[in-house]
């Protein structure tokens, strides 16, 4: 009603009449009309505001939208101090059947065991106990106790030859074995036991394997017990400067799996004989759990996964306290839909979450040994710069071999794991019935872990290995040959003065000849003629008696400064030595000339035949180094100057024919039909001696065609180096 008198003043307008009462009225509803209005407005601008959210609000709203998770997590109830975490747990998983579930969903319940009470509860409750079609128990650090209930309620600790395992025995050395201070990576697996009175399958296997833990802070006390340390680790501080970083541990996983046979002929009777005739604990009066009867055992599908932490820590196990994993197997139904596995029944149900389960434990396990490898590389890494600085320094070698002998424990133990993976993977396959394929893609996994220890820690510390003996060898041969030159000097010291020692001895004896004491001059007079004599043997014996034996070194070096000579200087050089035919013009020039043609002859640089006279050469020592400078510094005089002429292919072509032609007109008794035959005397040995066949020295004589011409020569095309090889016949 207020808001109709409200519009219907809004229409009025103020008139201004010469009335003064009427003026006054319509005063006064106009006044009436604003307070109205304005009050009306004020009351729909808190409505609106109660209405809307505000802008903080609205903002809130939305970063509370943004974090909120796509699925929201299964929540654990039970809260862990960091004192409690380390006091042991026991994760119990049950995968209820099917018919005692509503609309066709899979339950599966979970709960945290601290004690050894909370185990007798769950088997003292009849109606729960036997809901599960699949239990598993991820025990971690627990009690002694606890772990020897696990054992009787699934008779894993019975010493009979058909249904007894041995795996308790390993179970209960929680450490691996040590020898020399050090532990010994070892695993275990055991073969597949049918039990015909519970009408079930089961096997184990146990393994080692590798934990890296925070370097202790040298001021405060570290949680893990040192003798399960099997390797230190360097990394890089926050100024990338070397540090000691990680502490390497050996810890052991264990896993029971016991399948219960679904044809099989169990039998009905009572008792099982077993000889652990014993309560659960020492001083604990027997209860219903210690008898061995059937009905005592647990003989449903079940697996048992045993750790212990070299820390004491439930979060320092290969499967971490309430991660991925663990929440992953609370949530296995729903894994099993969305991979769209289907499932019939609660037999194939046990059997696909089962197999879930073991891939999970064996890609922890992978995961654990990436980590390991992540680590070690980036160590190798360090000591790879460590040795590149100095790779003479044997202070280094003890670290080397530490490195190595901690590799070759990494690869024991990566090929432990890889068969024990072909085990298991064959012992599953049998408790099974051999109706699944187990542990597919696992052996694969392992053999790519196999390679990348091989490829980043074992041949990267085997090649500085031998990079480091290679140095040191090269250190010390160095350190040789300087001992061996200053012997040498040595030697020529003892060379020269030797025989002047000897002349002191000599003059210096009491004798009748040097009664008088003769001169001083006379040691000088015989010194000369003695050095002189005993320079001349030196150079007998290092000229002809060691020059005898071919060197065959010197061959290498002269044919390397023959290929040098020809690619710098064509025209005057080919591949085997000097040309034959270049003529320098002034007697100077040809006097060089012909000593670089008689010091690159066969005699003088090693390739004389084995049939000439002549069959020493220089043994490269001083005089020949001077002799190869004084050729190349002669060549590049003789290019530069341009005092040589070489004779021309025309030249030798005319000289040739005219050789022909005599040779023609002095055959006068033959037909028409035969061809004169230009013959060309030459050394055929000394050729083979040079070594030039083909390079050196080539001929290329052209036959006359016998033809209609009349015993014509059609031609002669002749191509050598030198002039004088055409000689009367």
């Known amino acids: 009603m207020r808001s109709s008198l409200v519009e219907e003043l809004q229409t009025v307008e103020p008139l201004v009449v010469p009335n003064r009462k009427r003026n006054k009225a319509l005063w006064r509803i106009i006044i009436i009309r604003k307070t109205l209005t304005s009050t009306t407005l004020q009351r729909g601008e808190v409505a609106q505001q109660k209405m809307a959210p505000s802008e903080n609000a609205r903002t809130d709203l939305k970063k509370e939208w943004h974090h909120r998770p796509k699925s929201p997590a299964l929540k654990w109830h039970k809260e862990y101090t960091p004192t409690s975490l380390k006091r042991g747990r026991i994760l119990v998983v049950d995968y209820v059947r099917q018919d005692l579930t509503s609309k066709g969903k899979r339950k599966v319940t979970s709960q945290e065991i601290d004690d050894i009470e909370g185990l007798r509860k769950i088997y003292s409750n009849t109606v729960t106990g036997n809901e599960a079609i699949l239990r598993v128990f991820h025990v971690q650090n627990a009690a002694p106790e606890c772990i020897e209930f696990l054992l009787q309620k699934f008779n894993i600790n019975a010493r009979d030859d058909l249904v007894g395992l041995d795996f308790d025995r390993y179970l209960r050395q929680a450490r691996p074995q040590r020898r020399g201070r050090k532990p010994v990576v070892s695993g275990k697996t055991w073969r597949t036991q049918h039990d015909p009175w519970r009408g079930l399958s089961k096997t184990a296997f146990s393994i080692d394997y590798f934990k890296p833990y925070r370097a202790p802070d040298p001021t405060d006390a570290f949680d893990a017990k040192p003798e399960g340390k099997i390797m230190e680790l360097d990394c890089l501080d926050h100024d990338d400067n070397p540090c000691y970083g990680w502490d390497v541990h050996v810890q052991r996983l264990s896993c029971y799996v016991q399948h219960k046979e679904r044809a099989a002929d169990a039998s009905q009777s009572p008792e099982l004989v077993n000889t652990t005739q014993r309560s659960i604990s020492p001083g604990q009066p027997r209860t219903p759990f210690s008898f061995p009867r059937l009905d005592d055992f647990d003989n449903g599908d079940a697996i048992l996964i045993f750790e212990e932490s070299q820390s004491g820590s439930i979060e320092d196990t290969v499967i971490p306290f309430r991660r991925h994993i663990e929440s992953r197997w609370r949530r296995l139904p729903f894994y099993l839909a969305f991979e769209s596995k289907e499932v019939l029944n609660d037999d194939q149900m046990s059997i696909e979450c089962s197999k879930m389960i073991m891939q999970d434990i064996w890609k922890a396990v992978s995961e654990q040994w990436e980590t390991f490898l992540e680590l070690s590389s980036h160590h190798v890494g360090i000591l790879v710069d460590k040795i590149y600085e100095n790779p003479a320094n044997e202070a280094l070698a003890p670290l080397l071999w530490t490195n190595s002998d901690n590799w070759l424990s990494a690869e024991r ?129 290092k000229r002809f008696l060691e020059g005898a034996t071919e060197n065959p070194y010197a061959r290498g070096v002269y044919e390397t400064l023959f290929q040098d000579l020809a690619t710098s200087y064509p025209l005057l050089w080919t591949r085997t030595g000097p040309r034959q035919s270049v003529r320098p013009r002034t007697a100077f020039e040809r006097l060089k000339w012909w000593f670089i043609l008689r010091w690159s002859a066969p005699e003088e640089t090693g390739n004389a035949s084995s049939n000439s006279g002549d069959n020493l050469f220089d043994g490269l020592g001083a005089w020949s180094r001077i002799k190869r400078q004084l050729m190349r510094q002669w060549t590049e005089q003789i290019q530069a100057a341009d005092m040589w002429r070489r004779s021309s292919s025309y030249e030798l072509e005319s000289a040739a024919a005219a050789k022909v032609q005599e040779a023609s007109s002095g055959s006068k008794g033959e037909s028409n039909g035969q061809v004169g035959t230009l013959q060309v005397p030459f050394d055929l040995n000394q050729r083979m001696a040079m070594g030039a066949d083909s390079s050196r020295r080539s001929q290329s004589v052209g036959r006359p065609s016998s033809t209609s011409s009349g015993g014509r020569n059609s031609g002669l095309m002749v191509e050598e180096e030198r002039l004088d090889w055409l000689e009367n016949p």
């Open 413 to 541: 133990l990566i090929s432990i794991h890889i068969n024990v993976v072909k085990e298991c993977q064959a012992n599953l396959v049998e408790a099974s019935e051999k109706l699944e394929t187990w542990l597919e893609a696992i052996p694969g996994d392992f053999k790519r872990l196999s390679n990348l220890v091989q490829e980043d820690l074992v041949k990267p510390t085997a090649g500085l290995t031998d990079l480091m003996y290679k140095s040191v060898g090269i250190r010390d041969a160095r350190h040789s040959l300087e001992l061996s030159m200053s012997l040498w000097r040595l030697s020529w010291i003892t060379f020269i003065f030797l025989p002047l020692t000897f002349l002191c001895g000599f003059f210096s004896m009491s004798v009748d000849v040097f009664a008088e004491h003769p001169s001083l001059k006379w040691y000088f007079v015989a010194a000369a003629p003695m050095m002189s004599a005993v320079f001349a043997s030196w150079f007998v014996f």
